[in-house]
């Protein structure tokens, strides 16, 4: 395996403008490919945050985060959101080998409304892994566009550069 890290540290910061371009098929707007074994010892963890922007129209549109064949807890948030942006955050955490607990927090709209959702993960460990920010719309190309995906490594017991208290 690749060495990691000791300290958090950011894996990628994507900031692509990429619309869905079919109706009413998930498409993949951004993606981050892991190497195997990046979630290596029990408490590591993954951070992520993916943006979105919406048409300002009322047709139904869903936005999902994956972490390798799982939907994490934003996944499958269906919304006319009329022109607002969502905005996902997740942290996926190593609780023993192959399994993953993650925690989701998704904000919808100007409003700010949120949706918090805990899952438990069984990701294979040793093969390579993605996050992907996922859009799709029921009725029109273009009503979903990605402005962020960012996913930050974070190993057990990291202190973030601030020492022990």
Sequence with gaps: MPPF??????IT???QRVANALIATDETLLSVKLPPGILRNIGDTL?????????????NKTSKVTFG???????GITFTSNGTPTTNYGWITKRGPNQQSCVGITFQGLAGGSLDRLTDLTEDENTPLQVKLIG?????????ESRL?????????????????
């Design 5 to 10: 890290p000791v300290a958090a540290s950011f």
């Design 13 to 15: 910061t994507l900031t």
């Design 47 to 59: 951070f992520f945050m993916a943006a979105n922007t919406c048409a300002a129209n009322a047709n």
């Design 69 to 75: 064949n799982s939907a994490l807890p934003v996944a």
């Design 136 to 144: 799709s719309s029921d009725v029109a190309a273009g009503d979903i």
């Design 149 to 165: 995906l960012q996913v930050i490594y974070i190993p057990a017991g990291s202190q973030f550069g601030f020492g022990a208290f």
